[in-house]
């Protein structure tokens, strides 16, 4: 059974950039798996980040993608997600999370438990 | 952009129906999932594929997707299924997960 855990800073200052890691346990990285990243403001519904393959591919939410930057670490099975330029719009829950495309196409079977970013200074 | 259309908040009273809609333009050429997300905790999927059931979710929640609007039906409301209930699809024409804005279940 696949388990996700996000890691990184729950405080960063405006204007900086905001990194998350999350750690893949009970499977690999490099399996049939696209690794997503989707936040949640207080308050708020969900929204997508992008996602990254083991290969590299990415696809990232029109809305973000000058700001993001989705990578993945074959080493320690695990993929990472920076944020720059952040502002207070940017607090929220930061959640990784899972979808095996050969099972389940584009739905998320496999959520971290969440991490709350705050952007103050 | 694709959009999603959720009502905010849907009530109903334990042991009835609980019907909520997710509406989008030709949803229905679409594949729509469901996610059950409880105060404070990740989201669930509780519905894939449009109808589909992952392994541990009731039989009481079911799916369906046609035209314009997707919904998801719980049967047999029970208080624990209290909680905010997102669909989601891919958009094609822009590769990338489109959320809807979320319903909140109020069992009464």
């Known amino acids: 059974q696949v388990q996700l855990q996000e890691s990184g800073p729950g405080l960063v200052k405006p204007s900086g950039t905001l990194s998350l890691t999350c750690a893949v346990s009970?499977?690999?990285?490099?399996?049939?798996?696209?690794w997503s990243w989707v936040r949640q403001p207080p308050g708020k519904g969900l929204e997508w980040i992008g996602e990254?393959?083991?290969?590299?591919?990415?696809n990232y939410n029109p809305s973000l993608k000058s700001r993001v930057t989705i990578s993945v670490d074959k080493s320690k099975n695990q993929f990472s997600l920076k944020l720059s330029s952040v502002t207070a719009a940017d607090t929220a829950v930061y959640y990784c999370?899972?979808?095996?495309?050969?099972?389940?196409?584009?739905?998320?079977?496999?959520w971290g438990q969440g991490t709350m970013v705050t952007v103050s200074s | 952009s694709y959009v999603l259309t959720q009502p905010p908040s849907v009530s109903v009273a334990p042991g009835k129906t609980a019907r909520i809609t997710c509406g989008g333009n030709?949803?229905?050429?679409?594949?729509v999932h469901w996610y059950q997300q409880k105060p404070g905790q990740a989201p669930v999927l509780v519905i894939y594929?449009?109808?589909d059931r992952p392994s541990g979710i009731p039989e009481r929640f079911s799916g369906s997707n046609s035209g314009n609007t997707a919904t998801l039906t719980i049967s047999r409301v029970e208080a624990g299924d209290e909680a905010d209930y997102y669909c989601?699809?891919?958009?094609?024409?822009?590769?990338?997960?489109?959320f809807g804005g979320g319903t909140k279940l109020t069992v009464l």
């Open positions: 999370a899972s979808r095996d495309w050969e099972l389940l196409g584009d739905a998320f079977d496999i």
């Open positions: 009970g499977g690999s990285i490099s399996s049939s798996n696209w």
């Open positions: 990254i393959y083991h290969s590299g591919s990415t």
């Open positions: 030709n949803i229905g050429s679409k594949s």
């Open positions: 594929y449009d109808s």
């Open positions: 989601q699809v891919w958009d094609s024409s822009s590769d990338r997960v489109v």
